[in-house]
């Protein structure tokens, strides 16, 4: 009891981040260790304790690499403009044509990078193109919901990358499922964005990167190599068997030594934007931090039996697991999805429940879009909350609902289809 005391305490901490104005990565750091401690003190054996410890840590360190891997990626085809061969391709007059590029745009570049990453960028690419900042808050709420509906793919949402190390989910049975759901939606919010805009005028600003033909060719192969290595990542798997990690850190050494070698001629100052070195230090290494904390503090639950004992209430008080996954969901909208799917994969085993099983995949799409309908369920949220100074009143006020009406679009398309 009080190793559950401790949890809801620390998830409270959490949740009301900012009215108590202390950072959640601490919060879940300190939950996790403690849940362990309490845990060892309460009489178990030691080496026991310390065995399922150790167990709980190699997976949570798979997720933990991976993360790393892609988000240091991403920062390297950042530090050489790469985006801005997107970026500079944009250019319309209208908020309605606007709404679909924007949106098109980051789903799938969410599915190809991650949804926090591609948050990050798609704000910055706005604040580019739009200077009117009410009009680019709604902007950025559609990106929210697009960026959190890549469910289809396995290095998209963090929850999605989680499912699908623990072999809960395959890349190919991922996105054959949830394309349709996904785009569904999407096409939901951006038809609600479309008439809610309709007799707005856009309030742009005309922007180009000023790169010469040397610079410009550098950002294309970056790019290029930045976004081939992150979608070799699952074929790697595939074709080896071995964990998604090890084929993220492949691909990060090969983006180096690309960035290393397009950078030869130049001097150790000149190349120290352009390094790896550098990337780490943009990072969002308490995100990463907060997942540690977070997985050893759910881990906790598992192995003392609170997740069996809550996954057989659920199973006897919910009997329709589609209304249960549902109901997971809805949750991630007020409690980061990133340890409701963590409890999720300790509730329902593999035996019962194989990998690719429809509860796993309609798990994997409500955590994922879940998260979209109030702005503190996902980390892209949090970090577009952040960027955009948006007040969790406003987000509730203009983006809840139509986050809601793609919510449910997704799930109705996937239970139609299923």
């Known amino acids: 009891m009080l190793l559950i005391l401790v949890f809801i305490i620390g998830y409270l901490a959490i949740i009301f981040e900012h009215t108590i104005k202390l950072n959640k990565t601490a919060s879940a750091i300190l939950t996790g260790v403690l849940c362990w401690t309490v845990y060892m003190l ?76 591609s948050a990050i960028v798609m704000i910055t690419l706005l604040r580019k193109i739009i200077s009117g900042t009410e009009q680019r808050k709604i902007y950025a709420g559609l990106v929210v919901i697009a960026v959190n509906s890549s469910a289809w793919s396995v290095i998209g949402p963090v929850t999605t990358t989680m499912l699908w190390i623990g072999k809960q989910i395959t890349p190919f049975n991922t996105a054959t499922t949830l394309i349709l759901p996904s785009l569904a939606g999407l096409t939901a919010a951006m038809l609600y964005f479309s008439f809610i805009l309709r007799n707005e005028t856009l309030q742009s600003q005309s922007y180009h990167s000023h790169q010469s033909r040397t610079e410009a060719d550098k950002s294309l192969v970056m790019l290029i190599t930045g976004v081939a290595a992150l979608l070799f990542v699952p074929v790697f798997k595939t074709l080896t068997h071995l964990p998604p990690y090890i084929g993220m850190m492949l691909s990060l050494g090969l983006v180096w030594i690309v960035s290393e070698i397009i950078h030869k001629d130049k001097d150790t100052e000149e190349k120290k934007n352009y390094s790896v070195a550098h990337a780490l230090t943009k990072i969002d290494t308490p995100s990463i931090l907060f997942f540690l904390g977070i997985l050893l503090a759910v881990g906790s639950l598992e192995v003392t039996g609170h997740l069996h004992h809550l996954a057989e209430w659920m199973r006897t008080t919910i009997v329709n697991l589609d209304l249960v996954a549902i109901a997971i969901g809805l949750t991630s909208a007020i409690v980061d999805n990133v340890p409701l799917v963590a ?50 009143g406003w987000y509730m006020k203009k983006i809840t609902i139509p986050a809601t009406i793609a919510y449910f679009s997704g799930i109705l398309m996937y239970l139609l289809i299923t």
Do not use: R
């Open 42 to 117: 309460s009489g178990h054996n030691n080496t026991e304790v310390n065995t399922e410890l150790s167990l709980h840590l190699s997976s949570i360190s798979e997720i933990l690499f991976f993360l790393l891997g892609a988000m240091t990626i991403v920062e390297l085809i950042d530090a050489h403009k790469g985006f801005t061969i997107i970026t500079d391709k944009i250019q319309t007059q209208s908020t309605i044509k606007l709404i679909w590029i924007i949106g098109i745009l980051s789903f799938f570049l969410s599915a190809v990078l991650d949804s926090l990453a």
């Open 343 to 392: 409890a999720s994969q300790g509730m329902f085993d593999s035996a019962t429940y194989p990998t690719d099983d429809h509860l796993w995949q309609l798990i994997n799409y409500c955590a994922a879009t879940g998260g979209s309908i109030l702005i503190i369920g996902s980390a892209a949220g949090v970090a577009v909350m952040g960027m955009e100074h948006i007040t969790f």
